[in-house]
């Protein structure tokens, strides 16, 4: 298809869904809240409103919402190239994986477009410019290489603004999705952007990319509680985003302050249901999925179990995604294995099916990663029964799964992931064949693998983080203070987590510390407030606490 037949489907059917969905002219909500901005572009005054609220969508990573309104911008001005920009803008997705080839497609044919209608304005010119270094050679570099290019072509334009507010946003963007490339733990490019956005933020405080991108430059262990103001800011700053409902529970989750992220994905789950409806989508909307996964994720950790158990049960029901994304692969792997994990359910989590939920039509072969979650909790629910036979098989299917993604040059390393999984497993086989050496020196290498490795944005955390698996091993070979430094270092990175705060506390009680065992047990049932069940830790906790002169008060 030619650049200029693709834009004119494109601005006239305006779908920026899925292409199997019926055709729908794009309607917006009455009182429709998406933040405050001020991008000053040159194009008609009519349009320039509506430029404003696709950068807002854009801002709050809603890309096809973003794609239809900057599509309404260029029938409302052809002569705007920047709508075009902004269409080319929607389909790169900078934190998320990189663009399938019908979205690179569609944002390079934009560019192309934005090229021939022209810029009105240097800075425009400068805008598009920059965005054409990523969409620019693909045939001959890789999609890092071509990140890398966009975020020194947006540094240029940033440098020869430094009063542009939105050129500070977007350059700030660049940084966050270089830092995250480059595995670096001084995390210098993430604290240089969240500079730019928090001199952006004492201007623009009701900026929805200023609130979104910050916690995003903080979404680590060190920083997070610097983006809590942020996180507890953004869904009100724009409550018409599913995105912006979800996005601050990244923040609540690395403080594990499990009531607010369970708030924060009720909310974004059920803005995304009605996205769904809104645009008549065939099945759920892809953030659904995700938000799902982090409810569920904090569900667990709370120890509400019938509510984790709904959240299965509502993945189990849904038989269509759209899009049919990497969001869709993780969470529907995660769910699955974190409900029988978390609870440590090892028969639930052996006999788990391979590819778990109603989805049979969905592309699963695309997202072998997700698959590993899967293999992974079959391999530790099989060692926990003493099924060694399909445990060794499930730690050969992981083997192949890293075989197969490994030296790929993607968005980022899922092999790395798969792999730790993979000495996980490894280890615990080994446990339970009697080579305790060999065990504890692969769960070593799997929790310094883990530590020295950034989770994906689209997971809450990992399945079992292995440095807590280290502790649980320590248990097992008597080794009780080991274990206890192992946890209490686990849960510096993971705070609040479930079995790790019990994990904590009972090899504190075994190690003869009963003061801090006292202090694990007590944040055990701080952080189980609201539990629906009765799990034995609880059960233990009580008990300890009885025994200890203390009252466990609920």
Known sequence: MKCTSLIAALLLVCTGISHAQSPHMHRHEPGEK??????????????????????AWLHSFEYEEAEKTFGEVARTDPQCGMAY???????????????????????????????????????????????DAFYHDADKLDHRTRVFAYHEAMKKVYQANPSDREAGVFYALTL???????????????????KILNGVLRREPQHPGVAHYLIHSYDYPALARLALPAARSYAKIAPASAHAQHMPSHIFIRLGLWQEAIKSNLDARASAKAFAKRN????????????????????????????????????????????????VAYSASAIPARYALER?????????????????????????????????????????????????????????????????????????????QRQVASAWLAFA???????????????????????????????????????????????????????????????????GLYGAARAAKIAGDQNRARSYYEKLLAISRAADTSRPELIEAKAFLANSGTSARR
């Open 280 to 327: 008549h989508l065939r099945g759920a909307w892809d953030e659904q999925l995700h938000a799902m996964d982090y409810l569920a994720y904090a569900y667990l950790q709370a120890a509400q179990d019938k509510q984790a158990l709904a959240v299965f049960d509502e993945l189990n029901s849904i038989r269509q995604v759209d899009p049919p994304s990497f969001k």
């Open 34 to 55: 998406l933040g405050r901005v001020s991008f000053k572009v040159s194009c008609s005054p009519a349009s320039r409103a509506q430029f404003n609220r696709a950068v």
């Open 85 to 131: 920009w902004g269409i080319a803008m929607s389909n790169y997705h900078p934190l998320w994986a990189a663009p399938t080839p019908a979205e690179f497609k569609r944002g390079s044919e934009a560019i192309n477009k934005a090229k021939e209608v022209g810029a009105r304005t240097p800075r425009e010119k400068a805008f598009i410019d920059a965005l």
């Open 176 to 194: 966050i999705a270089t830092g995250a490339m480059s595995n670096d733990k001084t995390y210098a490019r993430e604290k240089e952007a969240a």
């Open 344 to 420: 440590r359910q090892w028969k639930d989590a052996s006999n788990l099916p391979v590819r778990a939920g109603g989805m049979e039509q969905f592309p699963w072969s695309n997202f072998r990663w997700a698959e590993a979650h899967i293999h992974f909790a079959r391999a530790i629910g099989a060692i926990h029964i003493g099924d060694i036979a399909a445990a060794t098989k499930e730690v050969e299917e992981l083997t192949s799964i890293h075989a197969s993604l490994a030296g790929k040059k993607t968005d980022y390393d899922w092999a790395k992931q798969v792999e730790i």
């Open 433 to 499: 064949q009697g080579k305790k050496d060999e065990a504890l020196s692969l769960m070593r290498a799997a929790a310094d693998l883990d530590d020295a490795t950034d989770k994906h944005p689209v997971t809450p955390g990992q399945l079992l983080p292995a440095r807590e698996q280290l502790g649980e091993l320590l248990l097992d070979l008597n080794q009780a203070s080991s274990a206890l430094k192992e946890f209490e270092t686990s849960l510096q990175s993971a705070p609040n987590r479930f079995n």
